[in-house]
């Protein structure tokens, strides 16, 4: 009986070389992902006061969907606050960012202007604070984000930054980020400007 001619050797090898290193490195996402999730989640719980969960999108939804905040919180009818938080993308690459240089990340540059990713590190940490204060039950967005603005200072630290860059980003909440927010996010913001 004829079967169909096996493939030579030379054309087999490189494809299945190249499905494992695709498999390997979709692993490693998978394992990197769920590092920041659970870090973060540690984080997010202290300031909820209670045990929530955060959630990064992986590489399918990361793709698939269009993200228009960076971070989301859904609250019941009667303003009960889930336990968990979407966050987007590129706030979840910006912990990484945090996760991945702790200490010997310097964020100076955020009192003039940073590289794009270490902006992403700051904007993290400060989506990171803003939704785990919802998941503490608060809904208006003006006091989440006065709330958020005192409180990122500590989670730069818990995330391992050194206190001079938690510092840096604190700064940078109060002032050029702030001014970046819509009307209804700028509570503070405009207090710390009067
Ligand atoms: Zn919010």
Known sequence: MEGVPRPPVRVVAPLLAGALLLCVLGIRGHVRRLEVE?????VASAIAGRRVKVDCPGPIRRRMFYEITEGRVRFSADGVPDPETNLSGDACAGLRRVLDKGSALNLECLYWNCSKADTRAAMGLIVLTHESVHMRGVIDEGLTECEAEKRVEATALALGFTSQTAQS???WARTDYAELLPEQYR???DSNAA
Do not use: I
């Open 169 to 171: 980003v604190a700064h």
């Open 187 to 189: 509570l503070c913001a």
């Open 38 to 42: 659970r870090r973060a989640s540690t």
